[in-house]
Structures are given as C-alpha cells and as structure tokens.
C-alpha cells in the first residue's frame, strides 16, 4: 500500500470494512432472496402478497434514503414515541450492523428476483421425474432442485454482488470507516481529493475484477458436466 503522506493505511483498513459490509450484506440478500422467491412462486395468496409487496416497495425507494431512515430515522421515531409515554431511550445504533443489515434487505430485493427466475428455468419434467422415482420433496429439492438453482442463479447473483459492493460507498453517510469515507477523511486531512478518490477507485476496480474472476470459476465449477448444445 502507497504511503500517501502517511494516510495510505486509512484506505487499506477502509477496503477491509466495505469487504466485510459486502459479505456479511450477501449473506443477508442470499437468505431473503430464498425466502422471497419461496414466496413469489407459493400457491398462498398471502406470501405471493409479502414478498411482492418486498421486492416493489424496496426496489422503490432509493438505497441512500433508505440507509438513512435505519440509522438516523427510525431510531429518533422510537425515541420520540417513547418520550410521549415519559420514557427517556437513547438508542444508539451501531453503524456496521444498520449498514450491512439496510444494504442486505435491499438487495435481497434482487436475488428474489434472480432466484425466482432459477427455479422457474428448471425443466418441470425433472421435478416429476425426481417423485416418480419416490423422492420426497425435500430429497428432489436437496439434489435435483437447489443444485440447478445455484447454477442458473450464480450470473445474476455476481451481478447482484458487483452492485452492491460499490452501494457500500453510501454507508459513509452513517460515519462507517469504510473504503470511501476514510478517503474523504484522509483527502480532506492532506488536501490531495483527486490522489485519493482516484486510489479508492482502483481499489473497488480491483474488487470487481477478483470478483469477475472468482464468478468465472464458479461458473464453470457449476456448469461441469452439463452438455452443451
């Protein structure tokens, strides 16, 4: 890492954050996106309900605007409401976990829609063929089912995972020292904005690049065996 005036580690320990955020956000939107495709592609009524409600309200509303009504609105709201029945809460939020949790809810939003999208491009004769051979459900969905999911999902969950690494630039906003707010902090300290903002941008490249590189493999690890026509 360059020294930059004494500031290089400032990107360094920042990059380790949005890393950490990026995951840890994956890791939220890959279990809603489940359960929210679960709940589009349901026969209830209600769960169609929800998840469509999710995926609409949340792809709607600006992720910025969001970040800030988790950290900064809702919790004065409850302060509020509690100081109405003469209660006095502070209620201190702590910035990675409204970051990753906000940017997880968001984008399990759009691995609904990917995963949605995987189980329906599963041939149904392979479904049947699965309980004719006396597979319970859960047996054809564990062997038949999930692994065809993965493989169909993974273009557009690497998709998913290459935008949401760069929306963790918005949590600056909530004073999370990641990779853009330590560049703020250390451009403003020496007064070099363009030197620092320009190595912040070839850092989240370098993310998106690794990133390109490991869905490749995963791709082809996902896809061995399948005949091509």
């Not at 990641?178 to 020496?190: I, K, T």
Request: hydrophobic share 55%; net charge positive; proline share 3%.
């Amino acid at each position: 890492m360059l020294d930059l005036r004494g500031y290089g580690w400032m990107l360094w320990d920042g990059l380790q954050i949005t890393i950490l955020v990026g995951i840890c956000s994956m890791a939220v939107a890959l279990l809603l996106g489940l359960i929210g495709a679960w709940g589009k592609l349901s026969k209830s009524k209600i769960a169609q309900g929800l998840a469509g409600t999710y995926t609409t309200v949340i792809r709607g509303i600006p992720e910025l605007l969001l970040i800030l009504i988790v950290y900064y609105g809702a919790p004065t709201l409850i302060q509020n409401i509690a100081a109405r029945f003469g209660h006095d809460v502070i209620i201190d939020v702590n910035p990675f976990l409204a970051g990753f949790i906000t940017l997880g809810f968001i984008y399990g939003a759009f691995t609904t829609e990917v995963f949605r999208g995987a189980f329906l491009a599963i041939p149904s004769g392979q479904i049947e063929a699965a309980r004719a051979i006396g597979m319970s459900r859960t047996l054809a969905f564990r062997r038949v089912i999930l692994p065809q999911v993965w493989r169909f999902a993974l273009p557009g969950l690497g998709n998913v995972w290459m935008v949401l690494i760069k929306a963790t630039a918005l949590i600056s906003v909530i004073q999370l020292p990641e990779l853009m707010r330590n560049a703020d902090v250390a451009a403003r300290a020496v007064r070099l904005p363009f030197t620092f903002f320009f190595a912040a941008s070839l850092l989240y490249l370098g993310i998106t690049i690794v990133s390109m590189l490991i869905q490749q493999r995963a791709e082809t690890w996902a896809n061995r065996g399948v005949r091509r026509a």
